[in-house]
């Protein structure tokens, strides 16, 4: 949440109530909304459930709006203020605005022996000291979240979706590294190969979002801000592919094949004085050496 957002929150607050809507069964079905002056808006929205925040208590709303349910002898609860809590929470509020921290607060709160939730509902907070306020104790009032999703943030930092797009990245990263011609087509097949598989979509916004085009599929743009493109070959034959003898001049070419188990890749090199292959390899991986040891590799009988 902005500090904005966080002030707009504030402010709505400090001029009504908070309306939750429940039912006496614990039936979850309204939402939580506004409420000025005391009155509660009608029920919109979500019902999130759980105990009265810190600051209110529940008041009876009157039978439920669903016939079956209010013949069941099932009831409307909502938040009204509550007159011993109100108070703090409103300082808390005050105090925040004015640019005190969330620690000073806390400690405000302690010198003036103001007791803390904890020591407010010793009955359903039986495993909490109820010494003094803590600065997560404000925090939470003040950002008007739970309390439960904050400590379990504050133990794990990283969420499990964060851990899986880093292990991603670093996939596609390496692959990136080791062949920068790849496009994320490639990229994304590298990344599976290595364990960390994903849809070409996603394996597209990662590259995206880290700027890793291939070396040769970008356009680049012109002026100083232009990046240094790969060397380009000269052209040693001027496109005259006529040998004058054996071993003067090679073609090679890469295919790449469909397989049950993945694609494969084929480079052969043939010689154009005798029109045969003299070197070839296959390999699972378009990388450089495949052309390499294509070039090593002579075959048995052409």
Not at 52 to 73: C, E, F, I, M, S
Not at 141 to 168: C, S
Request: with cysteine; net charge positive; charged share 25%.
């Amino acid at each position: 949440m902005s500090l904005a957002a966080s002030v707009v929150a504030i402010v709505a607050l400090l001029r009504g109530g908070v309306s939750l809507w429940v039912s006496s069964s614990g039936d979850r079905f309204g939402g939580a909304g506004l409420a000025g002056d005391g009155c509660p808006d009608p029920p919109r929205g979500r019902y999130l459930g759980g105990r009265p925040p810190y600051g209110y208590t529940l008041r009876d709303l009157g039978p439920h709006p669903n016939p079956a349910k209010a013949a069941d002898g099932k009831r409307l609860k909502g938040l009204t203020p509550d007159e011993q809590t109100e108070p703090i929470v409103g300082r808390i509020f005050t105090e925040f605005l004015t640019g005190l921290g969330l620690f000073a607060i806390a400690e405000g709160l302690t010198a003036d022996h103001v007791p803390c939730p904890s020591a407010h509902g010793r009955a359903r907070n039986p495993h909490r000291g109820g010494i003094a306020w803590s600065k997560s104790a404000v925090r939470v009032r003040v950002l008007n979240i739970a309390r439960q999703p904050y400590y379990r943030r504050l133990a794990q930092p990283v969420g499990n979706a964060e851990l899986v797009a880093a292990h991603r990245a670093n996939a596609l990263a390496d692959a990136h590294r080791d062949d920068p011609e790849f496009g994320y087509r490639f990229l994304v097949d590298e990344a599976r190969n290595a364990g960390q598989a994903m849809a070409e979509r996603t394996a597209w916004k990662i590259c995206s979002d880290n700027g890793w085009w291939s070396a040769f599929g970008k356009r680049k743009k012109r002026g100083k801000v232009a990046r240094v493109g790969p060397p380009v070959n000269d052209d040693l034959v001027k496109r005259d592919f006529t040998a004058h003898g054996p071993n003067r001049l090679w073609l090679a070419d890469i295919t790449e094949h469909r397989t049950g188990d993945g694609k494969l890749y084929l480079c052969a090199i043939k010689d154009m004085w005798s029109n045969r292959i003299v070197g070839y390899c296959i390999d699972s991986r378009m990388k450089s050496r495949l052309a390499i040891t294509a070039t090593r590799f002579r075959p048995t009988s052409v």
